[in-house]
């Protein structure tokens, strides 16, 4: 497929898209509903209502309603995320109202992601739309909050991985050269440890056909593409997916630009042994110590029409065919699902392991526009707590070509949830690594609202700058306490120590609010950061940012030209430009009494990165 075959917002693949994305699979998990929180209480801030409550054992998560009169209609908050509106534990900042109008606020509480109760008892709140806005940052540099939990390390998605070996080219640039350096990025810069994406069993994979009505293996192509990735030194989530055409029941029904065929198998027992033989050839190839430490995943939302043909009862009878094929090979293998949309069938999939015996390991489902549900109370209540929970995909929004994932807002969206999953979550996999990626189409333009942390030509978006922040993090947590104006709800932070003594402060200001991507003048903050238990001795403090004017690489592009895409001596400029800034120039400090502080303006959204480093 040449590089102008391309899917624009306005064509066939994202109308297609549009009209079936939004048809789920229903079915409740048979959960009984929980109450509502306690102890609700509201603080109005400029531009801004922190709202705050107690826990309710068993919850998943919660959904923040409001209504303009006491006795209601109490209705949804819409943070305009597009996907699960419920988060999973408070503050919650509410940036949607009109400043100087009283609301009235109740929370309900979901005891899994389609089990919701009824809100409880309301509380008024009104925002300003002036006044002074202040946020204090006090860090304890000689304290233990115990080690950092780093959940975006585990993994991180992509493109189907054929894509590695595409020869093409878009906007000039060779396609499975630049994926296969967007990926040695992730793993070199980031961390990452592991690569989810769709499609080893496509047929431009060429892994399944049928030759006189018996079934034909070929896993060569297989082999050449897990050998590049783990040439890169990043290990393979084998999602078992999509369904080769000789094998599937409905062979015409397609998703994406590049037809992945999301039909049941015609045939159990033929699938069953694809999945085996698959498996048992990655053991003899890779050996079966290094197999033992992927992950095997049973399709990819499943709940959703546009990923599956059959019944929600087909797809827990594909999970446990497919569980029981992959057990087959070693008992040892990690296997899990159901990789669903919008954090469902993750009840339904543990009350169908319980009741047939079928093995699982881990939980893996998706979320977009909030931080990620709290899954835990799911498997302590089927009685398995020892499950991984392991979000396969997660980002700030599930429609393709949105402006809100090139820009500033997507990275103090990420830091937000990369925080709140932090001890709770096992692997939280942001979508995706890179813009060579073609689900509804190759990219038109370098920046078009992709999904990929990286544009075509690897430049580095903001969000990647906030991974890359927590990437320098040490190991040591350190204890801060924040108060103010949306502290905790607005303005948040993380520090850490290193064993050679330097020590990291990020605070980012960002709110769950879409409709203020592109800034908000009442959300500003002023934040004063003070640093205690420091050594009696000179630091130098270098403070990085990322704002609208700093590390964001498609400013640079608007600010020379813009267009499509860049010229030779264009793409030079933005390699240039391609940097995590300073903020201010390096200082060298002695510490007051053990202390360090400063003093700085913070936009909505951004991010401010402080290092100290102890000089001898």
């Known amino acids: 497929m040449g590089n102008e075959q391309v899917a624009t917002p306005t064509g066939d693949a994202r109308a297609d898209w549009e009209a079936r994305i939004g048809l789920r699979r229903h079915g409740g998990s048979g959960r ?366 599930p429609t393709h070509f949105n402006p809100v994932t090139d820009g500033v807002f997507a990275a103090a969206f990420l830091l937000r949830g990369m925080r709140s999953a932090a001890g709770r979550i096992e692997a939280l996999a942001y979508w995706v690594a890179s813009d060579h990626f073609e689900e509804l189409g190759r990219p038109p333009r370098l920046f078009h609202g992709g999904f990929g942390l990286l544009t075509v030509g690897n430049l580095r978006k903001p969000r990647f700058w906030a991974l890359a922040a927590l990437a320098r993090l040490g190991d040591d947590q350190l204890p801060v306490t924040v108060d103010g104006d949306g502290a905790g709800s607005l303005v948040e932070t993380w520090a850490a120590r290193h064993a050679d003594g330097r020590v990291h402060v990020l605070v980012w200001n960002g709110t769950l609010d879409q409709s203020k991507a592109g800034g908000a003048p009442a959300l500003e903050r002023d934040v004063r950061v003070d640093v205690a238990g420091l050594a009696d001795r000179p630091y130098r403090v270098t403070h990085w940012r990322v704002d609208a004017t700093h590390s964001n690489i498609e400013e640079v592009w608007a600010r020379h030209g813009g267009g499509d895409w860049p010229d030779d001596a264009q793409w030079s400029l933005l390699r240039a430009a391609d940097t995590l800034d300073r903020y201010e120039p390096d200082t060298e400090a002695r510490p007051a009494d053990g202390v360090l502080g400063w003093a700085f303006p913070l936009p909505m959204p951004g991010f401010s990165l402080l290092e100290l480093v102890p000089l001898d």
């Not at 109450?35 to 400029?46: I, Y």
């Not at 810069?189 to 049928?210: Q, W």
């Open 32 to 397: 009984d509903q929980l109450p509502p929180p306690t102890g609700l209480r509201a603080a109005g801030g400029r531009g801004q209502v922190t709202l705050d409550w107690e826990p309710v054992p068993g919850a998943v998560g919660y959904l923040v309603h409001r209504a303009d009169r006491p006795d209601g209609p109490y209705l949804p908050l819409d943070h305009q995320g597009g996907d699960v509106l419920a988060v999973p534990h408070p503050p919650y900042a509410d940036t949607t109202g009109e400043p100087g109008r009283t609301y009235h606020y109740a929370v309900a509480t979901l005891a899994d992601v389609d089990v919701c109760g009824e809100p409880g008892g309301g509380v008024a709140a009104a925002s300003t739309p002036d006044g002074p806005a202040a946020v204090r940052v006090a860090v304890d540099a000689a304290g233990t909050d115990g080690p950092v939990h780093r959940p975006w390390r585990r993994m991180i998605g992509a493109e189907r991985l054929s894509h590695l070996l595409c020869a093409d080219t878009t906007g000039g640039r060779p396609i499975g050269a630049e994926f296969t350096e967007a990926l040695s990025i992730m793993r070199r810069e980031l961390g990452v440890e592991t690569v989810r994406a769709h499609a080893i069993l496509h047929d431009d994979v060429g892994v399944y056909r049928e030759v006189d009505g018996r079934p034909v293996y070929d896993f060569s192509r297989v082999d050449e593409i897990y050998d590049t990735l783990l040439g890169l030194g990043l290990r393979p989530v084998v999602e078992l997916s999509f369904m080769p055409a000789d094998l599937a029941r409905d062979p015409d029904r397609t998703v994406f630009a590049f037809n992945a065929i999301i039909s049941p198998p015609r045939d159990w027992d033929r699938w069953a042994d694809l999945v085996r033989a698959l498996v048992a050839h990655l053991v003899d190839r890779y050996g079966l110590a290094e197999v033992r430490r992927w992950e095997f995943e049973v399709w990819n939302e499943a709940n959703l029409e546009v990923f599956w043909t059959g019944t929600r009862e087909e797809y827990l009878r594909l999970y446990e065919v497919s569980a029981r094929a992959v057990r087959d090979v070693d008992a040892a293998l990690r296997v899990g699902g159901p990789g669903s949309a919008a954090a469902a069938w993750n009840g339904a999939l543990l009350d169908h392991v319980a009741r047939t015996g079928a093995p699982i390991d881990f939980l893996s489902t998706h979320t977009y526009g909030s931080p990620p549900l709290d899954l835990r109370p799911l498997c302590e209540a089927a009685g398995r707590p020892d499950l991984e929970l392991l979000w396969t995909e997660w980002g700030i929004t």
